[in-house]
DNA sequence: CCTTGACCTAAAGTCAGGTTTAGGTTGTAT
DNA sequence: ATACAACCTAAACCTGACTTTAGGTCAAGG
């Protein structure tokens, strides 16, 4: 079966690979093989990289993605674990976009008050139209971001 | 003019009063009065606040969040940076949305992967259709996830 | 008076997620 | 045979964002 050096997958993924050996060593790879003392990456050890990214993405911290690998290597018997697992990411990452969602129309409603603000020289025509007298599509930014 | 304890405020924001005093330190409020040694928080601070909460769920850190108050603090000036600084969360937080709906695709291909490979006990038909014979909606996830 | 609660400071500690350093091995090209 | 690149380890170091600790001030209530 093929086989990649640390070197390849460090240029494959675009990380240091100091970050690899990191992994290797906080147990992300389980099944990892050497040859000598050299680490020998498969396709295996890259769908786990895969894997390692989006969980990353999500949020999940090291150990917990080690936790992942683990059942991984444990077969079939932790099926369920695993898809637990996936829901939880998928409705943090749910959650999360909801909160991103949130920031952006903050941040939204900030470019058009600087723009409004460097268009009049001052904050003051602005400040006399909040809480609620802005136009409606800024009102609806604004409202959205402290909504809750 | 109302002011608030660092208590009042912690309990209205639901944060730590060290986490108030912390950023206190690192010039978060470079406005912030004091009667005999305690600070006095004002609107202006909580509007502060407002803002800290948002720039750093944008992922800014907080010595640029203390320059941006800087510029705050320093009028009408500084109100083309400060219209650039949320021009850039706002693209940055656009990315971060395009990341998070790249990995809540894959997540969502793991929990159909996982749901089926618990109900056939084994992994070997899902397997057997990759890369490219899933069904057509899981497809779509699995592709999405990995595009650029 | 003295205790209690809410505040204060400076400095040290913590935690995750790496990165850097120092020193060593191995395989190939000149 | 030697130089060089690419790999290896253990351990120390780094950064950001807090949190904890130790010790102190101050006003109000019993």
Not at 93 to 108: H, Y
């Amino acid at each position: 079966m093929k086989s990649y050096s640390i070197g390849q997958i460090a240029d494959m993924f675009d990380l240091p690979i100091s970050t690899l050996r990191y992994y290797d060593k906080e147990g992300l790879f389980p099944e990892l093989h050497r040859s000598g003392n050299r680490r020998l990456f498969t396709e295996r050890e890259i769908d786990a990289l895969r894997v390692i990214e989006c969980l990353k993405a999500s949020g999940l911290e090291i150990r917990d993605i080690k936790q992942f690998m683990q059942w991984c290597s444990e077969g079939p018997s932790t099926y369920a674990q695993r898809k637990q697992l996936f829901e939880d990411r998928r409705d943090a990452v749910l959650k999360e976009m909801e909160q991103l969602r949130k920031t952006l129309d903050l941040l939204q409603y900030k470019c058009w008050y600087y723009e409004t603000a460097l268009t009049d020289g001052h904050e003051d025509r602005i400040q006399s139209m909040l809480p609620d007298g802005l136009p409606a599509n800024i009102q609806k930014l604004y409202d959205n971001a402290f909504k809750e």
